[in-house]
């Protein structure tokens, strides 16, 4: 969407406020022993608690509140009770919310516990490249330039991305134009940000994969060459100079 009045900021501001929240308390709840599905009802109870919905569930009737990934799942992991977290676990939590018309997106990949496969130096080279990523994103600058400049500093820290994850506008429902945001230089894509429009960005960084491929449950993803996947994402609103990212609280720098 394009913020247009004061009105569409405020809308914005609440529900990407709210989604920030609830991804920053998901992660404090989140230890070894408990199960995904444990850890996504927490998130639901949150999201009532705001008087929000999740977003997935409203728009896709995905399987969950929100998608929690771990280890070789890249994105989309449906809450279970099977899979239970352990120590050393590579752990993402994407939440997405509509509240009051407006949606946000966001989310976070992170180690629980002790890092027993050097998980932390994966999620660093993610967080990070989304922070020097953002902070390049403003009015007239071209979507492909963006996804070059990612792509680049995955590979110079011996990373790749993944190219059919990308990030997406959002606003008045969780995906709309631009449909994505890749991860990589589109030489054929000639689109630019604008002043006001609503973008999630978001990171798919790599350890051997370079695209993600549906699992047999019909939503989970997994590389396709095996390895590991991280991702951070934020929301955010375009200006002349530096966006301004609505959902800062979530922590996902920190």
């Known amino acids: ?7 569409d900021l405020e809308g914005m501001k609440r529900v990407s406020e709210v989604a920030a929240r609830i991804l920053r308390e998901m992660r404090l709840y989140c230890r070894p022993g408990i199960s995904t599905k ?38 989309h992991g449906i809450p279970s009770d099977r899979v239970i977290l352990r120590d050393g676990d590579l752990v993402n939590i994407d939440v997405s ?34 922070q020097e990523a953002i902070a390049r994103i403003r009015h007239g600058y ?3 330039a963006l996804g070059g400049f990612i792509e680049q500093k995955a590979a110079a820290l011996g990373y790749l991305v993944i ?7 959002v606003g008045r429902s969780l995906h709309e134009e631009p449909r994505e945001i890749a991860n990589f230089r589109e030489m054929m894509n000639f689109r630019r940000f604008k002043e006001g429009q609503v973008v999630a960005i ?18 989970s993803l997994v590389g396709n060459h095996g390895g590991f996947v991280a991702q951070h994402e934020h929301t955010l609103v375009v200006t002349k100079s530096q ?12």
């Not at 009051?100 to 027993?116: E, I, K, R």
């Not at 978001?202 to 994969?209: A, G, L, Q």
């Not at 966006?243 to 920190?254: H, S, V």
Request: net charge negative; with cysteine; hydrophobic share 40%.
């Open 1 to 7: 969407m394009i913020i247009n009045s004061e009105k």
């Open 202 to 219: 978001e990171t798919f960084i790599s350890t051997k994969s370079n695209f993600a491929v549906t699992q047999p449950d019909g939503w």
């Open 97 to 130: 919310v509509e509240l009051g018309g407006f949606w946000a997106d966001n989310g976070g990949s992170f180690v629980l516990g002790d890092s027993l496969q050097a998980h932390d130096e994966l999620v660093d080279a993610s967080k990070n490249i989304l």
């Open 243 to 254: 966006p301004l990212i609505l959902t800062a609280e979530n922590g996902i720098w920190d």
């Open 163 to 169: 190219k059919n994850l990308t990030g997406h506008g």
């Open 38 to 75: 444990e850890l996504d009802i927490y998130g639901a109870k949150l999201m009532k608690s705001e008087g929000a919905r999740s977003a997935p569930l409203l728009a896709y009737r995905f399987p969950g509140f929100t998608c929690i990934s771990v280890n070789e799942v890249a994105a």
């Open 142 to 144: 071209r979507l492909s």
